[in-house]
């Protein structure tokens, strides 16, 4: 599920956090995720051992736009806005490195380090 955090009207010090959207449909364990900086659309790996990019689309709900089964499961995530690069730390020691496409509907693996 993926939740921004916005301020609402200050009630003495305590704050509130709002709800603002969330995924839909998916039920397994997302180890982390990451949103795409001017674009409705977030990054996650999870437990089943894929990588998923989420767009929102005209309904308001996200749906997978890119779903990649990793050989193992991923411990971390990080995503380069201005190269358009995502680094996937894998539970067996590689980090995998891929590369998404300007609409982010297509991604291809450059390499991994081992």
């Given at each position: ?83 358009r690069r995502t680094f996937i730390g894998l539970d067996n020691g590689t980090i995998s490195e891929f590369n998404l496409t300007e609409d982010f ?10």
């Open positions: 599920m993926a939740a921004q955090i916005t301020s609402g009207p200050n009630q003495g010090n305590v704050r509130k956090p709002d709800l603002f959207s969330k995924l839909e449909g998916f039920n397994d364990d997302v180890n982390m995720a990451v949103f795409i900086p001017r674009e409705d659309g977030v990054i996650t790996v999870s437990d089943d051992k894929t990588l998923r990019v989420w767009l929102k689309r005209d309904t308001g709900q996200y749906w997978p736009s890119i779903c990649h089964t990793l050989p193992s499961q991923a411990a971390s995530l990080a995503y380069n806005e201005e190269t509907n297509r991604m291809s693996q450059t390499r991994d380090y081992l």
